[in-house]
């Protein structure tokens, strides 16, 4: 397959690893801003969820359109395909001047760190998440993603020589520039790392104008199946901002479970939409609400990016301290409240009153 300049470079200059439809998206946007990019293979480490693997093969038929190389592999089926993935991937990776990732918490991902050697290093957003990790990275951490307590189980001692490989891969060094290709507000950058902003230029390109259409759209999250907050609590939430704001659809993460979801319906009436695209494609590709209804996630920083200069209104409602569950990571609490507080172009809503 040849490169978007139209020739076939005989090795890809960079090479992606995606695993998640919103990483192959921004990994998208950063080729299509970075002069790197030309040559860019993207592998798709695929994951087992079927809603993650449809949109992501919806996203790999885009990147192809736009004229990218893009390698599906099967990484999870068996206990033999991490090793065979990495033995299957190690002369690409050799080979590579650049690699991208969007996800430096993936266990996945740090095993394919340790055997790249002292390459250019970018990674793209996958979310808030990366608010985290560079925080993590400047103050010489180990990476933990925000939602987890950081107890060290049994599992986690096992990969731990990988994890503390992966960080130092991940850490700028006077032989390996790191880039972090984000639209999120990122504090605490230490010497080394370039922060260069996402703002979302392609998806505008590509998608759009939308539809605007009268009433609220909601967004819906997966803080209840992380463990963060209580189903109960998130229902009556989500009950509380339909009839306040006349929400009509609720459009669904991915990882948001059926049961969920039915439950929503019948306590709202909404709508349910399970989009085949991320979030940031659907609002542009439209028809799309007014006004959009999140709660702290990914979109209140990437949707008014996305959707500038068509009047579409985000607002957000914070996470009330009581809809934690108890055993919600310590820092919880702080980081929702952080993504919130750093959102740009984005109305705060008054949280809607918990159930009695």
Known sequence: MTGPSGGRPPHPRAIAFVESPVQLLNVLEWARASTTGEALTVVVLSPTDPMSRGQLRRMAELARDEGFTVRWQEARGGAGAPLRTVRELAPMLRRAERIVI???FSRYVQLLLTIVGNKELTVVDDGTATMEFVGQVARGERLVRWHRRGSRGPRELVLAPVTAAARRRLTPS????????????VEEVPDGITVTANRFEWTRSAFGPPR??????????SLVETGVVDADQYTEAVIGLARAHNATRYFAHRREGADKLHRLHLATGLEIVRPDLPLELIARRGPIGSTILSFP???????????????????????APEWLKESASPRAQGFLSGVTGTARDVQRLPRTASPA
Do not use: N, Q
């Open 102 to 104: 969007g996800d430096p």
């Open 174 to 185: 006077a032989a390996r520039t790191v880039e972090v290709f984000t639209s999120m507000p």
């Open 212 to 221: 605007i259409t009268a009433g609220a759209d909601m967004v819906g999250t």
């Open 297 to 319: 996630s990914t979109v209140v920083h990437t949707l008014p990016l996305a959707l500038a200069g068509t009047g579409v209104r985000v607002a957000v409602c914070d996470i």
